[in-house]
Every structure is written in structure tokens, then in C-alpha cells.
């Protein structure tokens, strides 16, 4: 089955600094890549998303970029401001129309320091 | 528009006992996913359900079962409870399939003693 990884596990940048957080994925078959943010003792939230057939997605201060050959997705967070700070999970799904599961990464606990 | 809602949000068991967990999904969404989430574990698929179905399951004993209703809400059981089923137990419902946005509810925190 699918199995992915991320790194890093924990990250802490200045206020200010980008943050870039890196997964790999095993299923070439593989073909939407969502990134949650999850917030202490909330409920995770979808901050962006990719499909396979688009290289780079960008959204305000938040980039996803895939590379298929590679089988590796990265978030990245330009300017990063305290509220940033929280747990970003990676996903990966293969979406065939009938069948569905999101494998998801470990998480990375981002910290971002005045 | 009303977002995910799951109840209980916590729960107190004992070992070998059984518990029923529910999630109402967003209305017309009809693809309805469950997520173990432990600090060492992370976050893992348990099974999801599309118009009654159980389309895909995870790598979870048979103690953990579901089940989805017309209106598309669903609950999962867990049974012979264990210590190590002491997890946030999520929900999470999209349209159709899982390359739709998913939604997440806010968990049902189980723990086992």
C-alpha cells in the first residue's frame, strides 16, 4: 500500500523566515496531495492541495509543488507569521472514482519564534 | 453551512468493553472517512463509506467496524476494547470521493483504562 514520509518532524524558523517541509510517496498511482494544518486540540484543516497533473499551486503565502518522477511533494510558507505555528500533515490519495484513502505523513510540528 | 459534527467528543471506557462512535457529515456530502490519530501513530485511515458502502478499509483488526446510513451518517464500533485504542477517533466527509476536499470533524477522544 501507500507509504509516505515527511520531514522534518519538528521545524522552527523566525518570524519572518520561510519554512519548507518535504514528503515522499511510494504509489506512483498517487494522484491528490492535500497538506492539513492542525492547531492544538483542534481539528485539522485543509490549507492547500495539488493533483497530478499540475506541477506548483500557490496560495497567498503557501506554496505546493510535486514532482511525480521523483514521487515527492513540499509546503512551502513564505513570511512566517506566529499563527503558523501548528502540526502540518501531508496526504496522499489515489482517486480512481470509486475507491478512496488518504495516506497521511507523520506530521511536522512547526514552530515559528519571534 | 453546518460543518462536520461527531459525538461524544470524550469518551471514558475499560478494557473490553464497546463503544459507538458517530459522525454527521456535511449536508449533501456523502463520502464519509475515519482517522485513528495517536501521538505515535499519527494520523491512520480507518475505513470510508460512500452511499451505504464501505468502499476501503485500513490495516485495523476486525474490532474496529462501521457502518453508513441513507442520510449518509455514519458510526464506527470498536469492540473488546484494548489500552492502546486510547486515541482521538476522526471523522471526515467530502462529496464524492477523497480527491474532493475533505472536511474534517472535531474527533471523539476515546480513552481506555
Known amino acids: 500500500g501507500e507509504n509516505v514520509e515527511q520531514h522534518p518532524s519538528t521545524l522552527s524558523v523566525q518570524e519572518g523566515d520561510s519554512a519548507v517541509i518535504k514528503c515522499t510517496y511510494s504509489?506512483?498511482?498517487?494522484?491528490?496531495f492535500p497538506w492539513y494544518k492542525q492547531e492544538l486540540g483542534k481539528r485539522p484543516q485543509l490549507i492547500i492541495d495539488i493533483r497530478s497533473n499540475v506541477g506548483e499551486k500557490k496560495d497567498q503565502r503557501i506554496a505546493v509543488t510535486l514532482n511525480k518522477t521523483a514521487k515527492h511533494f513540499s509546503l512551502h510558507i513564505t513570511e512566517t507569521q506566529p499563527e503558523d505555528s501548528a502540526v502540518y500533515f501531508c496526504?496522499?490519495?489515489?482517486?480512481?472514482?470509486?475507491?478512496?484513502?488518504?495516506?497521511f505523513g507523520t506530521g511536522t510540528r512547526l514552530q515559528v519564534t519571534l | 453551512k453546518a460543518g462536520v459534527t461527531q459525538t461524544p467528543r470524550y469518551l471514558i471506557k475499560t478494557r473490553g468493553q464497546q463503544v459507538t462512535l458517530s459522525c454527521s457529515p456535511i449536508s449533501g456530502h456523502r463520502s464519509v472517512s475515519w482517522y485513528q490519530q495517536t501521538p505515535g501513530q499519527g494520523l491512520q485511515f480507518l475505513f470510508e463509506?460512500?452511499?451505504?458502502?464501505?468502499?476501503n478499509k485500513g490495516n485495523f483488526p476486525g474490532r474496529f467496524s462501521g457502518r453508513q446510513f441513507s442520510n449518509s451518517r455514519s458510526e464506527m464500533n470498536v469492540s473488546t476494547l484494548e489500552l492502546g485504542d486510547s486515541a482521538l477517533y476522526l471523522c471526515?466527509?467530502?462529496?464524492?470521493?477523497?480527491?474532493?476536499?475533505?472536511?474534517f470533524g472535531p474527533g471523539t477522544r476515546l480513552l481506555v483504562l
Open positions: 463509506y460512500f452511499s451505504e458502502t464501505q468502499r
Open positions: 471526515a466527509s467530502s462529496f464524492r470521493v477523497v480527491g474532493e476536499t475533505q472536511y
Open positions: 496526504a496522499a490519495s489515489t482517486d480512481t472514482g470509486t475507491a478512496s484513502k488518504l495516506t
Open positions: 504509489d506512483s498511482a498517487s494522484n491528490y
